[in-house]
């Protein structure tokens, strides 16, 4: 939320830090009106400008100094009545002089001209917007600049905002924008939504973009500073108009999915004392019924357009099992399990593994799941990872095997860096002396 | 943040006057730009108040009262949900509608939902904790955190 957003302004006093390019912080309530229409207008804007001068570094600078313009212009005028249109006619007008200071061809300028003319925001710059994402969320950017490049143009956040979200100083992220623009410029990276064998990779970094923003925002939605977290809410936006924009794709829709059924928990992931509480625990009677209900029909979109095998499908049909078990009884370990077995054939990774494990001993049994671990254990890859001797702990206090149980605990405490968990494996640790050896 | 936006009842909707295939069709248009905002979230039309009945509440007494109820302007026609950035954007977004009875008069009332943060903030450190799915995530983010060198 953008009061969100800023709120945090008034104790940080980032506004040293803004940028030449960016317009001021729109503190004053008349501008918060003038922000908001920018929220809205922003990205059709950028994508409607992009389509014609190609370039849309160039096409953001073109539409920051219109909101200028309207910070500018608006408190005292109003906010006209079609104001895209508006910030639309300005940055036309700032590009067709930008171009003649430049080339000074007045053919060139005529010929920019006439396409500027055919730029409105109608139905079309919808279109233009679908060309927007991929385009910021080129590979030939960092996956850092992609998130970057997204929320300033895609969501129409200020670069202090972005540089809050990702914890980093103001300069840096303006910095990491500029480049970005540089380099799709540089690249010559062409403003379409890619088709035929290019489409697949280039949707997969739309998607790995979206949904890294969600958990950059889920991982701090307990932390201190609201401004992390509201990053859930803008990969959530981000992605209902991705599955609006490109409804045929399957894994659009898995992605709003497991979004949806994931934030449809945060409110009761912590206590009243901001405690953790997990899953199992969690008073479902707080989950979220308005995003599941769209989460799980997101899935069944998914599904329904043959994507059941698809990545973030995958894990939308393991969060809605959890969805759908109205206490932590009725939870289907058995189809979960399942779930994280499609899901380490579609994207192999030894924590999936670890979370297949654990379905599994919910499903079949403790004995079954250190079967899974122990393999786990064998190939290496988890070995500086804390949860794989907690999870293994676990099975071996459930198999009665206390003493094997309180080292792994003490290993795993010894792992990690998080004080409140270090305390709890050692708490454990030391349970497993009050057990009899078995 | 999400608002309900509440659509007021009019004399015509009271009626169950549906509005012109015009007022619907510019309506269509107006929900599909939201939906492709990614701000829309839930949206629906309710019937008449003479379909619908209170139940009044007195101590430990129920009464249930059928409609139609009297005070038109107080009543409900309809509502949606917004997902929003500011009560301000969901101003601008309601301004923006069409009038669904056009050249008549009607109200809209936007409403803030309560949110968690409403409840108070909660504290810091309770970041790190494996809860099935979400421990993917966390993994993702930090195979992320790898790849930018730390930054």
């Given at each position: 939320m953008i009061t969100g957003w800023l709120r945090p302004s008034a104790r940080c006093g980032w506004v040293h830090d803004v940028p030449a390019a960016d317009p001021p912080p729109a503190d004053p309530p008349a501008n918060r009106a003038v922000e908001a229409v920018w929220r809205i207008e922003a990205a059709r804007l950028i994508a409607g400008?992009?389509?014609?001068?190609?370039?849309?570094?160039?096409?953001?600078?073109?539409?920051?100094?219109?909101?200028?313009?309207?910070?500018?212009?608006?408190?005292?005028?109003?906010?006209?009545?079609?104001?895209?249109?508006?910030?639309?006619?300005?940055?036309?007008?700032?590009?067709?002089?930008?171009?003649?200071?430049?080339?000074?061809?007045?053919?060139?300028?005529?010929?920019?001209?006439?396409?500027?003319?055919?730029?409105?925001?109608?139905?079309?710059?919808?279109?233009?917007?679908?060309?927007?994402?991929?385009?910021?969320?080129?590979p030939v950017l960092t996956p850092p600049a992609r998130a970057a490049l997204t929320l300033k143009m895609l969501a129409g956040l200020r670069t202090e905002e972005i540089a809050r979200a990702f914890l980093v100083p103001t300069p840096t992220m303006a910095q990491r924008i500029v480049r970005a623009k540089k380099t799709l410029a540089d690249a010559?990276?062409?403003?379409?939504?890619?088709?035929?064998?290019?489409?697949?990779?280039?949707?997969?970094?739309?998607?790995?973009?979206?949904?890294l923003l969600f958990n950059e925002g889920y991982s701090a939605t307990a932390g201190p500073d609201l401004l992390r977290p509201a990053l859930c809410d803008e990969a959530m936006r981000l992605?209902?108009?991705?599955?609006?924009?490109?409804?045929?794709?399957?894994?659009?829709?898995?992605?709003?999915?497991?979004?949806?059924?994931?934030?449809?928990?945060?409110?009761?992931?912590?206590?009243?004392?901001?405690?953790?509480?997990?899953?199992?625990?969690?008073?479902?009677?707080?989950?979220?019924?308005?995003?599941?209900?769209r989460g799980l029909s997101a899935l069944d979109r998914a599904v329904e357009l043959g994507g059941e095998t698809g990545k973030y499908a995958v894990q939308a049909a393991i969060a809605a099992c959890h969805a759908r078990a109205h206490t932590?009884?009725?939870?289907?370990?058995?189809?979960?399990?399942?779930?994280?077995?499609?899901?380490?054939?579609?994207?192999?990774?030894?924590?999936?593994?670890?979370?297949?494990?654990?379905?599994?001993?919910?499903?079949?049994?403790?004995?079954?799941?250190?079967?899974?671990?122990?393999?786990?254990?064998?190939?290496?890859?988890?070995?500086?990872?804390?949860?794989?001797?907690?999870?293994?702990?676990?099975?071996?206090?459930?198999?009665?095997r206390p003493d094997e149980a309180r080292a792994e605990f003490e290993r795993a405490a010894a792992l990690t860096d998080n004080n409140r968990e270090r305390d709890l494996l050692l708490t454990r640790a030391k349970a497993c002396d009050a057990t009899p050896t078995g | 943040m999400r608002v309900m936006?509440?659509?007021?009842?009019?004399?015509?909707?009271?009626?169950?006057?549906?509005?012109?295939?015009?007022a619907?069709?510019?309506?269509?248009?107006?929900?599909?730009?939201?939906?492709?905002?990614?701000?829309?979230v839930a949206a629906d039309g309710l019937h008449p108040s003479s379909r619908g009945v209170r139940v009044h509440f007195d101590g430990d007494d129920r009464t249930v009262v059928d409609g139609p109820f009297a005070e038109t302007k107080e009543l409900i026609a309809g509502y949606s949900i917004l997902e929003v950035a500011s009560l301000e954007e969901a101003v601008e977004w309601v301004k923006r509608s069409p009038n669904l009875m056009p050249g008549g008069v009607g109200e809209v009332e936007i409403r803030p939902i309560f949110e968690a943060a409403d409840f108070g903030e909660v504290s810091e450190e309770v970041l790190a904790q494996a809860d099935g799915v979400g421990e993917l995530g966390r993994a993702n983010v930090a195979k992320w955190r790898a790849e930018q060198g730390g930054n």
């Open positions: 400008l992009a389509r014609v001068v190609r370039d849309v570094g160039r096409a953001e600078d073109l539409a920051q100094d219109a909101l200028v313009a309207a910070l500018e212009q608006w408190p005292a005028s109003g906010i006209p009545d079609n104001p895209g249109a508006w910030l639309m006619a300005v940055a036309k007008r700032r590009a067709v002089d930008g171009l003649r200071r430049e080339v000074r061809l007045a053919s060139k300028v005529a010929e920019l001209g006439r396409d500027l003319a055919t730029v409105e925001l109608d139905l079309d710059v919808e279109d233009d917007v679908l060309r927007l994402m991929f385009t910021a969320c080129h010559r990276v062409p403003f379409e939504v890619p088709t035929g064998a290019e489409l697949s990779p280039r949707l997969a970094s739309v998607l790995g973009v979206v949904y992605g209902r108009i991705l599955a609006a924009l490109a409804p045929h794709e399957p894994e659009a829709h898995g992605l709003l999915a497991l979004m949806e059924l994931q934030a449809s928990r945060l409110r009761s992931r912590t206590d009243a004392t901001g405690e953790i509480v997990t899953l199992l625990d969690q008073d479902r009677t707080r989950w979220d019924r308005l995003l599941i209900g932590a009884d009725d939870t289907d370990w058995g189809r979960i399990a399942d779930l994280y077995g499609v899901l380490a054939q579609v994207a192999p990774s030894p924590v999936i593994e670890l979370n297949r494990a654990v379905a599994v001993s919910m499903a079949d049994g403790p004995a079954a799941a250190l079967a899974l671990v122990d393999a786990l254990v064998e190939t290496k890859a988890l070995a500086r990872y804390h949860l794989l001797p907690a999870v293994r702990a676990d099975l071996l206090v459930k198999l009665a | 936006v509440l659509g007021k009842a009019t004399v015509e909707s009271e009626a169950g006057q549906l509005p012109s295939m015009e619907l069709e510019a309506m269509g248009r107006y929900n599909e730009e939201v939906v492709k905002a990614g701000v829309l």
